[in-house]
């Protein structure tokens, strides 16, 4: 294993951590740390679809206190992403799992007490990676911003994805389904366009990924999992815009709501993490809460920081 200067400059480094071969051939994942001597403590962050590790300003939070930061690039995204590999597709959430196993181990070597932070698909993913390791210790405390718990459309389009989802998951493995584009959410982002973040549009685009058919069927198998119960058994903080907002092409609102999820639909399957579960709705927040403007983001790693110190005190939180 070995450790090289990140993309994202000199206070950061990247482990390629190699996870043997799929359909389409070699496969890894990339593990971004930066670290902090002597430090116990850690964050994990897990990243969501068509999505990287590139939020600075996160790690620079959690370094600030003394918190070792880390970030996993999944693999076929971002810094994981290979010549021969289609962005983004796995045929199971649990593909994920080996990375995030690898990259725990590696981040426990140096720290007593971890926290998984996790965004949209890789909040469905942590809870379900949660789910299965529940009573082995390997995590303290999870933190979902804005996670991917339901489908953002009609109940007859979900009930018809579901109806289907045998048919889905036999299709071939690149197989796109026809949902149009959406540019709505990226352009709200990123500083050439309407927002202030830069990152890399070619793994992170404007469009999104393409949604393959066996992905989806993946993922509302996942849905179907969360939706049964889990018994995840960490305290566990899900943070929610307070509004969600439907658009395909960039709107002024863009910048105070959730366009990608249904923050209702957030709230409501939250409670079926597991007993320690706490549900904060964040005025004017985007999808991505951490990248919302600049008073809201503060006011996310304000609840972040108020609710940590009471999970690991195991008290009651008082917002």
């Known amino acids: 294993m070995c450790a090289v200067d990140d993309i994202l400059g000199p206070d950061y480094e990247a482990i390629t951590l190699p996870m043997g071969r799929d359909s389409e051939g070699e496969v890894v994942a990339t593990l971004v ?39 996993l690039d999944l693999r076929k995204y971002g810094r994981s992403l290979l010549p021969h590999q289609t962005r983004g597709l ?17 981040v426990r070597e140096d720290c007593d007490e971890l926290t998984i932070m996790a965004h949209s698909t890789g909040g469905l993913i942590a809870v379900l990676w949660a789910d299965r390791t529940r009573g082995r210790g390997l995590v303290d405390a999870l933190v979902l911003n804005s996670p991917f718990l339901d489908l953002n459309v009609p ?13 889905l998951a036999k299709l071939p493995p690149k ?10 959410y990226g352009t709200s982002l990123h500083r050439d ?27 509302r198998r996942a849905h179907r999992r969360l939706h049964a119960g889990l018994r995840v058994d ?32 957030i709230a409501r399957w939250s409670t079926r993490i597991g007993p320690h579960v706490t549900c904060v709705r964040v005025p004017g927040g985007m999808h991505d809460l951490v990248l919302s403007a600049e008073p809201v983001r503060k006011q996310v790693f304000a609840e972040i920081d108020r609710w940590t110190a009471y999970a690991y005190q195991g008290k009651a939180y008082n917002p």
């Not at 202030?196 to 989806?216: N, Q, R, T």
């Open 33 to 71: 740390r930066r670290p902090v001597p002597g430090s116990r403590r850690a964050v994990l962050y897990l990243h969501g679809f068509t999505d990287y590790f590139f939020q600075t300003h996160v790690a620079d939070h959690f370094v600030s206190q003394g918190i070792g930061f880390y970030a």
């Open 90 to 106: 796995v045929g199971s959430v649990t593909d994920y799992f080996p990375e995030i196993d690898e990259a725990v181990r590696i």
């Open 155 to 167: 109940a007859l389009v979900r009930g018809a994805a579901d109806a289907l989802g045998g048919v």
């Open 175 to 184: 197989t796109v389904l026809p949902l149009g584009v959406a540019t709505a």
């Open 193 to 219: 366009h309407q927002g202030e973040w830069d990152y890399d549009l070619a793994w992170k685009p404007l469009e999104g990924f393409s949604v393959h058919a066996v992905w989806l069927a993946a993922i």
């Open 234 to 265: 960490v305290p566990v903080l899900v943070l929610a815009a307070e509004q969600s907002l439907k658009a395909r092409d960039f709107v002024p609102g863009a910048h105070g709501a959730d366009i990608v999820l249904d923050t209702e639909q």
